[in-house]
């Protein structure tokens, strides 16, 4: 199973050892660059309750991962569904908003690295 922050755009995905996932949007100034995960761990938890959060689980098959989760824009109440090659420390995702039919292929999320040691 997977384990770790990827990030793609605004949208950041933490994936855990036992097949939950937390999916969020991150907006910076445009100065900033997120390179790390080390802000995000202190916050994206799971069973957090934070407005546009949400919280799931994830399938993995072989390369592929696959989950469904809410949108992040509008009044939607059908899910967003991501499917995704596995490759190294990058997820090629590929989703459909079933509330609009919008696709967005090739999306590289790249698994944020841990610049510091975290206090257990």
Do not use: C
């Not at 995000?40 to 994830?58: N, P």
């Amino acid at each position: 199973m997977l384990s770790g922050f990827y990030n793609f755009r605004h949208q950041v995905f933490r994936f855990y050892k036992d097949g939950t996932f937390l999916d969020s949007l991150i907006y910076l100034e445009p100065h900033e660059k997120l390179t790390t995960a080390d802000n995000l761990a202190e916050w994206l938890i799971r069973d957090t309750k934070i407005e546009g959060m949400f919280q799931g689980t994830y399938e993995v098959i072989g390369k592929r991962i696959r989950f469904k989760t809410k949108p992040h824009w509008g009044e939607g109440k059908q899910t967003v569904d991501f499917s995704g090659l596995i490759d190294k420390d990058t997820i090629l995702f590929t989703s459909v908003d079933n509330n609009t039919r919008r696709w967005e292929r090739n999306m590289p999320f790249v698994k944020l690295p841990m610049s510091r040691k975290r206090k257990k």
